[in-house]
């Protein structure tokens, strides 16, 4: 009875406390759990071997943070928030699509911000030092692992508990700008955040449009895995050799930069194109429709 009684004071609590801020703290909270979980696995066991567990535990996170586990109630705030919708074809392909373009639009603004900027090489390697000091094989698999561990645990927290509620409150400007700003602090702890801050934030816009417009978490985590491998293979790691180009002040304005500059923009055109073809994705999902009651108040 004692037990009961203190639940529901926590519970009438929580209730009381902003959207906003319930949105904020459960978004960081599920994203957290699966990073922290590939933390301790990869601490624990050997690499690579620490990937198969993390298989299984990918797949237990899924089912429940989707609504796959769980009574019905909670199942249908979970498929809410983890935007569990049936995609049609047409909304595939443009997710997809869009899920290319951004990781081109983000890895060119990388190219451009340090052709201009000198790339501060030590300060982007210093988190993941682990990776040079493993066989190749072994790196890659690791490298691969983590970015599907972020791009799934990322896009489940903060474009799914934490925006879903809050375009539902607020709309959908002001979710993806709230989520986008938490989004950027949250990776202020890493030593190669604080260059490109801007960087962060725009990536999270974009990722919010299209799990906004798609309705689907899917093509986010398709676009935030590949980016990830990206920047952990080039930007955040020697594996391929990094990044050596030298600012256009020291080369002289050449074909290279004006080239990505290009690619940079008509990635972002095609990006809002794809964007514009399509309805907001959040009205498939109807679940006031279904009887169940949530209170965003």
């Keep these: 009875m004692e037990k009961n009684t203190i639940s529901k004071r926590i519970s009438a609590v929580w209730t009381k406390l902003p959207v906003v801020v319930r949105s904020i703290l459960t978004g960081f909270a599920v994203s957290s759990i699966g990073i ?11 690499a690579p071997w620490s990937i198969f567990p993390m298989f299984v535990a990918l797949w237990a996170y899924l089912k429940f943070f989707s609504g796959s586990w769980g009574s019905r109630m909670s199942a249908e705030i979970k498929k809410l928030n983890f935007r569990g919708i049936k995609l049609s074809s047409t909304v595939w392909k443009c997710g997809i699509a869009a899920a290319i373009a951004f990781v081109i639009i983000v890895q060119a603004s990388f190219v451009i911000t340090f052709r201009l900027f000198d790339f ?6 210093a988190d993941y030092k682990m990776l040079d000091s493993m066989p190749l094989w072994v790196a890659w698999a690791i490298l691969v692992m983590g970015s599907i561990v972020a791009g799934i645990c990322e896009e489940t927290g903060f474009r799914g508990y934490m925006q879903t509620p809050l375009e539902r409150k607020y709309g959908p400007v ?11 602090l949250v990776h202020v702890s890493h030593t190669w955040a604080l260059p490109i801050l801007p960087h962060i934030f725009f990536a999270s816009v974009l ?7 798609t309705g689907s978490l899917i093509p986010g985590i398709i676009g935030h895995s590949i980016l990830d491998i990206f ?21 002289g304005l050449d074909l290279q930069f004006i080239v990505w500059c ?21 009205s498939n999902l109807g679940i006031r429709d279904k009887g169940i009651q949530i209170d965003y108040a």
């Design 262 to 282: 290009l690619v940079f923009i008509l990635a972002l055109f095609l990006f809002f194109r794809l964007m514009k073809r399509l309805k907001n994705g959040n």
């Design 174 to 184: 002001i979710a993806i700008t709230i989520t986008s700003i938490i989004f950027m």
């Design 120 to 125: 501060p090489v030590e300060k982007f390697t």
């Design 207 to 213: 990722l919010g449009i299209v799990a906004f417009k």
């Design 36 to 46: 922290a979980v590939w933390s301790i696995l990869l601490s624990a066991i050997p």
């Design 231 to 251: 920047d952990y293979s080039i930007w955040w790691s020697d594996i391929t050799g990094g990044f050596q180009q030298r600012t256009i002040f020291k080369t």
